[in-house]
């Protein structure tokens, strides 16, 4: 089977940096991606990481260690406009359509 | 490119009427997929499609049936609704080899009372 584990909540300053933990259990595993939903809005793509290690985007970061089979979205700098729901989604194999994880809904706060 | 685009955006059903939910890309990919969304639940699977004319069940499928007769088009079947399909649903597509990044349409709003 395949499940992936997020908080469900996380709140932060304005200003500040978070991160958004995501453990996964998959039975193929090739990557991890990360995709952002604001309030009323569709998802939408992030990064995605097939390698260990730090990919970073501007203001935002991720991390893969498959050894631990754990990934984290990193947000620095956080303006208002960060506040959505975030999801991790497994990547099982090339063939396999993502796995999403149940989301991780972020407040930045003032 | 519009990219993705749903249709209907809103729809209000009675039980045991059905209906058909459509789905259009312009970009030439390969894959296409329903997702439902529910509060707290995440996206969720009903169907995907690696081509034209060939379909597959996703983690929900049961209630819904699709087809892809056409690469860009992608519908999604309600026979006959009932309130556990009140949702959000989503489609979303994405090339061959770039399964990881999904680009995903706005959305339709279903009730069904």
């Known amino acids: 089977g395949q499940s992936l584990e997020q908080p469900s909540e996380v709140t932060a300053v304005e200003g500040a940096i978070v991160q958004i933990n995501c453990t996964y259990q998959t039975s193929g595993f090739y990557g991890l991606s990360w995709y952002q939903q604001h309030d009323g809005g569709a998802p939408t793509f992030l990064s995605y990481n097939a390698l260990d290690g730090l990919e970073e985007t501007g203001r935002f970061s991720s991390f893969l260690s498959r050894s631990d089979s754990y990934g984290y979205l990193l947000l620095q700098e956080l303006q208002m406009k960060d506040s959505a729901s975030y999801f991790c989604?497994?990547?099982?194999?090339?063939?396999?359509?993502?796995?999403f994880g149940k989301g991780t809904r972020l407040s930045v706060i003032a | 490119n519009a990219g993705v685009t749903q249709t209907p955006k809103f729809r209000v059903l009675k039980t045991g009427q059905s209906m058909t939910l459509l789905c259009a890309q312009d970009?030439?990919?390969?894959?296409m997929y329903w997702y439902r969304q529910d509060p707290g639940m995440g996206l969720r699977l009903i169907h995907y499609s690696v081509g034209e004319g060939t379909t597959a069940k996703g983690e929900v499928p049961d209630g819904y049936n699709v087809s892809r007769l056409k690469k860009q088009n992608f519908l999604l079947g309600l026979e006959s609704a009932a309130p556990s399909q009140t949702s959000v649903y989503f489609c979303a597509s994405s090339t061959l080899s770039g399964g990881y990044e999904q680009y995903f349409g706005p959305g339709t709003r279903l009730t069904v009372t």
């Open positions: 989604a497994a990547y099982p194999s090339g063939n396999t359509p993502l796995v």
């Open positions: 970009m030439n990919h390969e894959y």
